[in-house]
C-alpha cells in the first residue's frame, strides 16, 4: 500500500506561482510513476505531470512550461512547481503513484489540494 499526502495548495493571484508537495509514504519501492493531475469544478480530472523512476518527465500542453515536477528521494516527496498561474488553473489537485505489474496497474491517490486562482 502507498499513502500519498499533498500540501501546498491555496488562494493566488493571477501570475502567481505555488510550490505543491506531495508526501508518499508505504511501499514505495514498487512505485514506477509519479504524477500530479487536477479537477476543476464540472471537469474531468486531466494529467498535469508525471515522472519516471528513470526520472523521465511529461507534461499536459496546458501547463507545458509554466510548471516542473520534480522529487526529493530522501524526504519521500514529489514536488509540482507552478509559475505564470491563470484563472483557469483552479481546481483540486491531485498527487498519483502508479504501480505497473503487467498487465495491471495499480494507482494510488491523495486526498486533494484545492488551488484557487483570483485577484
Known amino acids: 500500500q502507498v499513502q500519498l499526502v499533498e500540501s501546498g495548495g491555496g488562494l493566488v493571484q493571477p501570475g502567481g506561482s505555488l510550490r505543491l508537495s506531495c508526501a508518499a509514504s508505504?511501499?514505495?519501492?514498487?512505485?514506477?510513476?509519479m504524477g500530479w493531475y487536477r479537477q476543476a469544478p464540472g471537469k474531468q480530472r486531466e494529467l498535469i505531470a508525471t515522472?519516471?523512476?528513470?526520472?523521465?518527465?511529461n507534461y499536459a500542453d496546458s501547463m507545458k512550461g509554466r510548471c516542473t515536477i520534480s522529487r526529493d528521494n530522501a524526504k519521500n516527496t514529489v514536488y509540482l512547481q507552478m509559475n505564470s498561474l491563470k484563472p483557469e488553473d483552479t481546481a483540486v489537485y491531485y498527487c498519483?503513484?502508479?504501480?505497473?505489474?503487467?498487465?495491471?496497474?495499480?494507482?494510488?491517490w491523495g486526498q486533494g489540494t484545492q488551488v484557487t486562482v483570483s485577484s
Open positions: 508505504g511501499s514505495l519501492s514498487s512505485i514506477n510513476i
Open positions: 498519483n503513484a502508479k504501480r505497473i505489474v503487467i498487465p495491471a496497474i495499480a494507482d494510488y
Open positions: 515522472l519516471t523512476q528513470g526520472g523521465s518527465t
